[in-house]
């Protein structure tokens, strides 16, 4: 009897332990890298550039989007997340940000990727030269100063105004806002937020969830103050003639549909921020 005891003991203890490690294999399947991923893994399928993985492309760096200083320690953030769910419902095991310049980007001129995810506003001239996804995202031109300088609306047709090179917030700026002096234009986002810190200029202005991230990461000395309603949508983009765009384009209003987006934004976004962006006055052009 006692044998026995032991034996079924044992039994138990090996079943529970094999149990066990089944139920942890399935649920370290369920992520890639720090993302967590929804869906049947498999359910759609393409020839992606590179076996075995999605290739995405960004511009770098986006803080809340692509969580990291470089493409190698980018493990999580809404856009990474999104490309790992991607990934997922189309049977990859794998993710691959590639950092690109973001004025080549829209451009088309960049290759060798399955999507482009890069905060890219979807626009008519832009829609000339590539092709979008089903928009996943919606995002305003926000105003970014530095915490002591106090600016409201009436102010910024007289301010040195800076915006990034090849973005809807440069064509904001130049076509509708104009602005006594001519915006000063800058390569990408780094430069124009350095130049700000160094009083080069009064704002920086690019799509409010971008200077939401930059002011959350200045540990208190940027802050936006403002942002102009400008109906912009972000969509993912895909190479010139991608056979697989349909495909990814249906993973997209699956990962829409089913809440997977929300439930990016609300973990990321939201906590990387630190503001609500509804709660930013509006001001007029």
């Known amino acids: 009897m006692t044998l026995t005891s032991k034996f079924r003991t044992g039994v138990a203890a090996a079943v529970f332990s094999a149990v066990a490690m089944i139920a942890g294999s399935a649920v370290a399947a ?27 492309q960004s511009n770098l760096p986006a803080p ?36 690109v310049d973001f004025d080549a980007l829209v451009a088309g001129n960049t290759k060798d990727f399955d999507i482009a995810l890069s905060q890219i506003s979807i626009t008519d001239k832009r829609k000339e030269v590539v092709k979008f996804s ?38 904001f700026v130049a076509d509708t806002l104009k602005p006594k002096t001519p915006a000063k234009v800058f390569p990408d986002t780094p430069s124009m937020f350095t130049a700000l810190m ?23 000395k940027l802050a936006v103050v403002g942002q102009y309603k400008t109906g912009e949508q972000y969509g993912a983009l895909f190479p010139k003639n991608s056979a697989n765009a349909a495909t990814i384009d249906k993973v997209i209003a699956a990962l829409i549909a089913d809440g997977t987006t929300k439930k990016l934004a609300a973990k990321y976004l939201a906590a990387t921020w630190g503001a609500d962006p509804t709660k930013i006055p509006y001001f007029k052009p």
């Open 30 to 56: 369920d992520k890639i890298d720090n993302c967590e991923v929804t869906g049947k893994k498999g359910e759609f399928s393409i020839t992606p550039a590179v076996p075995g993985q999605l290739t995405y």
């Open 64 to 99: 809340g989007w692509n969580n990291g200083d470089t493409p190698e320690t980018i493990k999580d953030g809404y856009e990474y997340c999104l490309a790992a769910n991607i990934a997922w419902r189309l049977g990859l095991d794998k993710v691959k940000l590639v950092n």
């Open 134 to 171: 089903t928009a996943y995202f919606d995002s305003d031109v926000g105003v970014l100063a530095k915490k002591t300088k106090k600016i409201d609306g009436a102010d910024m047709k007289g301010l040195k105004i800076g915006v990034q090179q090849g973005t809807t917030g440069a064509d």
């Open 198 to 220: 160094a009083n080069q200029i009064d704002v920086a202005m690019t799509d409010t969830a971008i200077v939401l991230g930059q002011a959350a990461e200045s540990k208190g």
